[in-house]
């Protein structure tokens, strides 16, 4: 597509339910990656995915956060018995392998009550 | 390793007068550098990029960065601020080699113009 989508741009949960963040990259993107980004706080970074290679998972902040590439295309994030501390804006953003440079999504507002 | 620290939470300036958005980067290896601009409610918008060649580098809306390396900064400018640059700033930075593509950011300047 002509940019990054995400879906849904807003999300209230209740404490302890599934929450799922979905990621569309632009076509022929082959790195994704997803950031959070906290009221007062900067991008943190979670998960990265790259072509076929394995994903470095090095930021997801627990057991509770997963996600998974389907096709080298649209990723879904995954937070399970989510947390008000899980409460943040969602930011996904694709590149080029050369990666200079990220294109972003608008953001999924993730709110736990 | 790499990482950047953006000197000043919130800067405030009048419209028309110079803007000035400080960071500093800390890399092993040759940086890419990078500054994106956040709106209210949208993504992360790229404003300009170095990648190791011209150490001046021009963007979009006005807006410049220099890179130089004796002083590890990357400070952002544009000459004369307009309303609609009111917004966030980011600054970041991955490594030519190592760590993937993956950015590292700080963690933002609001930029506040005023009348």
């Known amino acids: 597509g002509a940019g990054v989508s995400q879906s849904p741009s807003n999300k209230v949960t209740e404490k302890g339910k599934d929450v799922e963040l979905r990621c569309d990259p632009i076509?022929?993107?082959?790195?994704l990656y997803w950031y959070r980004q906290s009221l007062g706080q900067g991008l943190e970074f979670l998960i990265y995915?790259?072509?076929?290679?394995?994903?470095?998972k090095s930021g997801l902040p627990s057991d509770r956060f997963s996600a998974e590439r389907t096709g080298g295309s649209v990723s879904t994030l995954t937070i399970q018995r989510t947390q008000q501390e899980d409460s943040a804006v969602y930011l996904c953003?694709?590149?080029?392998?050369?990666?200079?440079?990220?294109?972003f999504g608008s953001g999924t507002r993730l709110t736990v009550v | 390793a790499q990482s950047v620290t953006q000197l000043g939470s919130h800067v405030s300036v009048s419209e028309g007068a110079l803007v000035l958005l400080r960071c500093n980067y800390s890399?092993?290896?040759?940086?890419?550098l990078f500054w994106y601009v956040q709106y209210p409610n949208q993504g992360l918008q790229l404003l300009l990029k170095?990648?190791?060649?011209?150490?001046l580098v021009k963007g979009i809306n006005g807006f410049e960065a220099e890179f130089k390396k004796s002083e590890t900064s990357f400070h952002l400018t544009k000459p004369s601020a307009h309303m609609s640059d009111a917004a966030e700033y980011f600054c970041?930075?991955?490594?030519?080699?190592?760590?993937?593509?993956?950015?590292?950011f700080g963690t933002g300047t609001q930029l506040k113009v005023e009348l």
């Open positions: 953003a694709s590149s080029t392998r050369q990666g200079d440079g990220y294109t």
């Open positions: 076509s022929g993107h082959t790195a």
């Open positions: 995915f790259q072509g076929n290679s394995a994903p470095d």
């Open positions: 890399s092993s290896v040759p940086p890419y």
């Open positions: 170095y990648t190791s060649a011209a150490t």
């Open positions: 970041a930075v991955r490594g030519l080699t190592g760590g993937g593509n993956k950015l590292t």
